[in-house]
């Protein structure tokens, strides 16, 4: 069931995700297997973003660190921010 989603990420998320820890890079990796089986998976904390980020939606990666994604359809979202909670929305 897996990989049923498309899966995108934009230029600025790569490069926000290069400077992560590599812990958090490899916790980020769990949470997009997660992602790819159930978009709406409890442990994700998937949820509606408001203000700048209105229309996107973040997933918890660490108790920290969100990924901030938009869903073009139900089997494609691409990912356009990745960093702390306050790097994002401070």
Sequence with gaps: MAGLIKIDFHRNFDKRFSRLSKKS??????????????RFNPLLNSHALKGSYEGYRSINV?????A??????????????IGSHSQLYG
């Excluded at 660490?62 to 969100?66: M, V, W």
């Excluded at 901030?68 to 921010?81: C, K, R």
Aim: aromatic residues 10%; charged residues 35%; without cysteine.
């Design 25 to 38: 890079q490899e916790q980020f990796k769990k949470r997009l297997e997660l992602l790819a089986e159930d």
């Design 62 to 66: 660490t108790g920290d660190i969100r």
């Design 68 to 81: 901030v994604f938009i869903a073009h359809s139900d089997n494609h979202v691409e990912f356009v921010e």
